[in-house]
């Protein structure tokens, strides 16, 4: 028997996730001052939805919640960003199979772990292919571009690090820890 590319658990989250993030980026982003950049909390929660639920629905929740959020608030969509948090979504996601949440574990190593991980994963997205993106497809002028990239990169970094943390150890706090059920005798 073939097996399911996806599973309707993973399609469920990736509805919600996107239309969370829709609205946590509609309602709950805070200007920088600086053009188009803003402190999101999409980001912390993308980080745990593709920890807890894997890279394509980290991937597709960036993608389908960063597009769908560009057209609601500026009418068009922004598709280098877009692509930015489709690929954050996906590296969160595999970083993801390294610290297992589900496990109910979120200690020290996995903490660092997790941030070590997003913190790449956003300086590859908004330091780097964001920027050329914009450059590329619409003719930004780099020293804009970088700009924002480098706001939104930090800010995001912050953001995930602090919330995201916390919203996965709240989240491995719900899961029963490997070995702690005993066998009645």
Known sequence: MKKEALSVRTIVAIGIGAAVFVILGRFASIPTGIPNSNIEVTYPFLALMAVVFGPV??????????ALKDLIMYGSVWWSWVFVSFLVGILFGLGGKRIDVASGEFGRKQIIAFNVTQVV???????????????LIYAEPA???????????ITDMVTVGVLGTLLLALYAKTRTKKGSLDVEQ
């Open 57 to 66: 629905a980290g991937g597709l929740i960036g993608l389908i919640g960063h």
């Open 121 to 135: 994963a956003q300086a590859i997205g908004w330091f780097l292919v964001a920027p050329v993106l914009d450059i």
């Open 143 to 153: 020293n804009k571009v970088f700009v924002q990239g480098l706001t939104v990169g």
